[in-house]
């Protein structure tokens, strides 16, 4: 009996040395684990708030980017009546205005990397980034343009006043038609281009603002969760992720509220186009 209490105790000591180095190694796991996800929780948190505020900085430049070229456009359609208005035979145009300072659009350049566990915000991260850049590079572009036209304008009246005939008609109704060509392209940028680039940002914006609530994981996980529902494994989920139907069913979602921020928007760019033009 005193050598089976033995053998219980020396069984107890072996492991007891032998579950203390391995629930050390477990907690340390665990606690690991612990800080690992905490501090993921609050880079993410931290992601979601920069692409708040760089958003905001981001469609407020391009607003008043749009309403500095749409009055740009204004002045020129007025200064194209000008020259259509003269009737002097003799006389060329050298009118001009000039092309408005227009700073760069904010942008984020860290934000398309942003791990945000969304693969609709991941998206459309991509294509704002690449939106802001292209509009920036547009931008420059115009006034470039601008000025070559105005340039090869007065290259034309020189060449017209060497020559023994010279016909001021022609050259005001040439320099006319290729404002109102200018002014027409502008048109159709602000049109086409930059109105999709502010319905995308609009966009990041809703959804951003629902995933920084409280419920932002319930949201999340209730229209791209993988779990128990939409699809069947892993696969099957990055397959949709990369299809654009994906984005076009969250786009659904929250177009009502997409529609009325640019709504509220386009109300207070009417507000800076007024105090624009009264300056």
Do not use: C
């Amino acid at each position: 009996m005193e050598a089976f209490i033995q053998f219980l105790d020396s069984w107890q000591t072996l492991v007891g040395a032998a579950l203390g180095p391995f629930l050390a190694v477990v907690l340390s796991a665990l606690g690991f684990w612990i800080k690992s996800v905490i501090e993921n929780k609050k880079e993410r948190k931290e992601f979601l708030r920069r692409i708040k505020v760089g958003i905001t900085r981001s469609l407020d430049d391009t607003y008043k980017t749009r309403q500095k070229l749409l009055f740009f456009v204004s002045r020129l359609r007025n200064l194209v009546a000008e020259i259509r208005a003269v009737t002097d035979p003799r006389q060329f145009s050298l009118e001009s205005i000039n092309y408005p300072t227009i700073r760069e659009i904010y942008r984020d350049i860290e934000a398309p990397n942003f791990k945000v566990k969304s693969y609709y915000l991941h998206n459309k991260l991509l294509w704002a980034d690449a939106g802001i850049k292209e509009t920036n590079e547009t931008v420059v572009s115009l006034k470039n343009d601008f000025a070559e036209l105005q340039r090869k304008n007065e290259l034309h009246i020189i060449l017209m006043r060497q020559n023994a005939n010279p016909n001021p008609a022609q050259q005001r109704i040439e320099f006319s038609t290729n404002l109102e060509l200018f002014a027409n392209a502008i048109d159709d940028f602000i049109a086409r281009f930059m109105k999709q680039g502010v319905e995308i940002m609009t966009q990041i914006k809703i959804y951003n603002d629902h995933l920084r609530r409280k419920r932002g994981y319930w949201f999340l996980w209730k229209h791209e969760g993988t779990k128990f529902k939409y699809f069947r494994n892993k696969a099957e989920q990055k397959k949709f992720a990369r299809n654009l139907d994906s984005l076009e069913r969250i786009d659904k979602v929250i177009q009502s509220e997409v529609e009325t921020a640019i709504k509220e928007a386009e109300e207070r760019a009417k507000n800076l186009s007024q105090d624009m033009e009264s300056s």
